[in-house]
């Protein structure tokens, strides 16, 4: 370690010796003293070149790595509680296609809130060009009293089609969209029943998401996801 030292600054080492040998031989009465501070304001000169020189180096050497630098953008992320409403809404207006939503729980949307951010903000972009459902037989009385009314007041709510109702075991809840401008490539926000991913209010069985997880596209969930939310479909349509 101290020879590599040594080595890396083996030209202030030169300089230093330089100007010690020009002081002794003024001294000595070989050089007169106008030459010893020539040599030396040379020698100083010369180290503030380097220093430069070897400024440009590191910059260069600097770019060099960021270039080579990637942020990881994981496949999955989770959403907090407190980033919900926000994020929700703007993963909706993200969407430049058909909308799906799988076994979602229809009370949610009870909220006049949640129902513009989670649905509504879909429902009238222009980006979107059908919204689909698939959900429980056990939420069709929630969702002509708390959704059907507040689609029909919505500018563009013909997009929404008519849910499948069908009996659905999965645990799992999720709304899936297209965010690919010259593909498709489908994002989901995935939920599941129960605690702690949702929350009941009340005691008339509302529940609201607490966490959720945002599925990108590259992930190997969205074809799983994709297949759960076809199968059911064409099953029961």
Not at 106 to 129: H, N, V, W, Y
């Amino acid at each position: 370690m101290k020879w590599k030292a040594v080595l890396k600054n083996l030209d202030v080492i030169a300089i230093i010796a330089a100007s010690a040998i020009a002081i002794i031989l003024h001294h000595l009465g070989v050089i007169p003293e106008t030459y010893v501070i020539s040599i030396l304001l040379m020698l100083l000169a010369l180290h503030v070149l380097q220093e430069a020189l070897r400024g440009e180096e590191i910059k260069e050497d600097i770019k060099a790595i960021a270039k080579n630098v990637r942020v990881v953008d994981p496949e999955v992320e989770l959403i907090k509680p407190r980033d919900l409403l926000i994020y929700t809404e703007e993963f909706a207006l993200k969407n430049r296609g058909e909308v799906w939503w799988f076994n979602a729980c229809c009370t949610m949307f009870r909220s006049q809130e949640l129902f513009d951010r989670l649905l509504g903000a879909s429902i009238e972009s222009p980006k979107t060009t059908r919204i689909f459902f698939v959900m429980r037989t056990s939420m069709k009385e929630a969702w002509e009293k708390d959704v059907q009314p507040k689609i029909e007041k919505c500018r563009a709510g013909e997009k929404v089609q008519e849910p499948v109702w069908c009996n659905i075991d999965e645990n799992i809840a999720f709304q899936m969209i297209d965010v690919g401008i010259d593909r498709e490539s489908k994002e989901a926000l995935v939920a599941f029943w129960g605690e702690p991913f949702m929350m009941e209010l009340g005691s008339e069985g509302q529940h609201v998401p607490r966490y959720l997880i945002h599925v990108k596209n590259r992930s190997e969930l969205i074809l799983r996801l994709q297949d759960i939310f076809i199968k059911c479909r064409l099953k029961n349509n």
